[in-house]
Structure formats: structure tokens, C-alpha cells
């Protein structure tokens, strides 16, 4: 925290609202942990220093909090409230971001990441937990977590980006805030 970095290990996310058209979810209180193993590769930063491109590898990661849902998830319908518990398989993101340079109070050019869009792809399946779901009838509310599981892909493809979009956004906040106190002539940038 000296730098006033929050950790992104465990990382907390106040707010996750996923407004799809046939879901509607909110996350809050979220806690995420796993970012800490997740793997950085193919980073390249354009020569003009405008564009950043990583590709992030995630082999678990864990969240926990409170959650609303109404809707649809795919085919079936969903609601209920409670807590929640996530644990993903293996996922992959390619983040693609905007940079800009700025003169910083100590008169040097600092770097910032002004806006980005990910690509995910869940590559094995995701623990879901939703407690509570149709106000705690057992029967439908296996019924939805035995399909979220046989159909892990799509339930992914369906409900995933609010969420990564959410934690990275938090993510990538810690970044700029270590990168107010870093000038761009010491980071070592490819």
C-alpha cells in the first residue's frame, strides 16, 4: 500500500452488474482470488506507445460474494438471491488497451492505460454456487447448477464479460495508480 496500491490479490470488486438480454445479474461484495498465478505473455507495446496488447492465463480463480439473478441462463429460467461462490477452470484473456502519456509531478512523462476490451474463453469447466436460488427450492435450483455445469462453455460465453470486464477494470486501476509514481523512462517496456 505505500504507493496506494490496493492488491489485486485478493482483489475486491464493490459492484458487478451484468445487464444481458435475457439475464440480469449483480455481483457484490465480490471477492476475487487467483489473480496472483495467473500467467502475463505476449506483451507488446506499439512503437508509439499508444497501444498495449498482453494475453493473460488463469488457471483458477475464485469468487465469492452476494448476487441478484433474474432471467434466463441459456434455455432455463433463474432468480434468487443469496450468496455466491465461483470457481473457474482455465481461462484465457487477450487485453488490448489504449495508452496515453502524461507529464507527471515530478515533471517526467508517466504512462496510463486509458481503455481497453478483452477477449475471454473459458477453456475448462467453472464451479458454480449460487445459494439460495428460487428462494431455496432445492429442486430447480439443482436442476439450474446441473446445467450451468454440463454447459459450462456456453454459460460462460453467455454471463462471463460484465464480470471479467469488472475485475480488470479494478485491475488495471491498481496499474495506473503504480504507474502515477513511475516514470516511463524506468519501466522496462518492449
Not at 505476449?42 to 448476487?67: F, M, Q
Not at 491498481?174 to 522496462?188: A, I, Q, T
Request: hydrophobic letters at 35%; a neutral charge.
Amino acid at each position: 500500500m505505500k504507493l496506494g496500491v490496493e492488491s489485486s490479490d485478493p482483489l475486491f470488486v464493490e459492484k458487478i452488474e451484468g445487464n444481458l438480454s435475457i439475464i440480469k445479474y449483480i455481483f457484490y461484495n465480490t471477492t476475487v482470488e487467483g489473480y496472483k498465478q495467473c500467467k502475463i505473455s505476449n506483451i507488446k507495446v506499439s512503437p508509439d506507445v499508444t497501444n498495449l496488447h498482453y494475453e493473460l492465463d488463469c488457471d483458477r480463480l475464485k469468487l465469492s460474494g452476494k448476487y441478484d439473478v433474474s432471467g434466463r441462463l441459456v434455455i432455463l429460467p433463474v432468480e434468487g438471491s443469496g450468496d455466491y461462490e465461483l470457481i473457474t477452470g482455465k481461462y484465457h484473456i487477450d487485453i488490448d488497451a489504449e495508452l496515453k502519456t502524461s507529464s507527471g509531478k515530478d515533471g517526467k512523462v508517466h504512462l496510463q492505460i486509458k481503455n481497453f476490451k478483452l477477449k475471454c474463453k473459458s477453456l475448462s469447466p467453472t464451479k458454480y454456487d449460487f445459494r439460495n436460488l428460487f428462494n431455496g427450492q432445492k429442486d430447480l435450483s439443482d436442476a439450474v447448477h446441473k446445467f450451468a455445469h454440463e454447459n459450462w462453455q456456453e454459460v460462460a460465453e453467455l454471463v462471463q464479460d460484465p464480470t471479467w470486464y469488472a475485475t480488470q477494470k479494478k485491475v488495471i486501476s491498481n496499474v495506473n495508480k503504480y504507474l502515477k509514481s513511475v516514470p516511463l523512462d524506468d519501466l522496462k517496456i518492449a
